[in-house]
């Protein structure tokens, strides 16, 4: 994607890591709007952290990540919130409370950051299953749910708010292919229809060629970004460790 469709993620310099342990080391991307993108790297290589560190959870140790050209990690008081609302979070479990039904999780961030009349809430937290097509799922507790329904129902309530952006850690894990391709053609129609970014850790191969737009991978041994973009375009790629990452059958035969 070109600069004309405007960053919405500036990564600038980024070093991140834990106490005196380096992780990542001088990290510089962009995420444009409307795009999705994908994190990539074997394990240990960092995605998590860079994740955490994108979505302030983490601080970084030097550098910056600026959203909509704000630094979240400088952002305080009522810019950090307006900061955190520009974006929602899937996490890899789905993190959805046991206790509560599909509803009542998806009205949940509606409750924390909005004064909306309950019946607004209702209403919101409605349109937003139907969006996933949870439809009628509306009072079943998320143990009654199978793996990927939970999944939708977790993107359901990260997209409660409105946000422009949308971080997804492993959002295949733990699903068949079947599934996994569901949410897939899911994620895609979002993007399309609704315009939302999203940011996607994963290592599944089939969500990588069938909806990214653009990735980078991250290497364990550098701890830096090895390779950017059309994960099509990176199969041919110089560095062994891209081309055995995204033809892992090619590697089999050859090792």
């Known amino acids: 994607m070109s600069d004309r469709n405007g960053a919405i993620i500036r990564v600038e310099h980024l070093t991140a890591g834990y106490e005196k342990v380096v992780v990542l080391n001088d990290l510089t991307f962009k995420v444009y709007r409307g795009e999705i993108f994908f994190i990539l790297g074997g394990s240990g290589s960092g995605k998590s952290t860079l994740m955490k560190n994108m979505i302030g959870l983490y601080r970084p140790a030097t550098g910056a990540v600026l959203i909509d050209e704000r630094d979240i990690a400088a952002a305080e008081g009522d810019d950090r919130l307006e900061t955190l609302r520009l974006f929602g979070v899937m996490y890899q479990n789905g993190a959805l409370f046991g206790s509560m039904t599909l509803l009542e999780n998806i ?113 364990t041994d550098t701890k830096t970004i090895i390779a950017e973009g059309r994960p099509q375009e990176l199969r041919g790629h110089s560095n062994e460790v891209v081309r055995n990452f995204l033809n892992p059958q090619s590697a089999d035969q050859t090792g």
Do not use: C, N
């Open 107 to 219: 009205r949940l961030p509606l409750e924390e950051w909005t004064d909306l009349p309950s019946e607004a809430m209702e209403v919101i937290a409605r349109m937003k299953l139907q969006l996933v097509g949870l439809t009628g799922f509306e009072y079943h507790m998320p143990s009654e749910l199978s793996g990927g329904m939970q999944k939708r129902a977790a993107l359901a309530r990260a997209m409660a708010l409105d946000p422009q952006l949308l971080f997804l850690d492993e959002p295949t894990s733990g699903l068949d292919p079947v599934l996994s391709a569901d949410l897939d053609r899911l994620i895609l129609r979002l993007s399309k229809t609704l315009g939302i970014t999203f940011v996607v850790v994963s290592h599944a191969l089939s969500s990588i060629y069938s909806i990214a737009d653009r990735v980078i991978m991250l290497d």
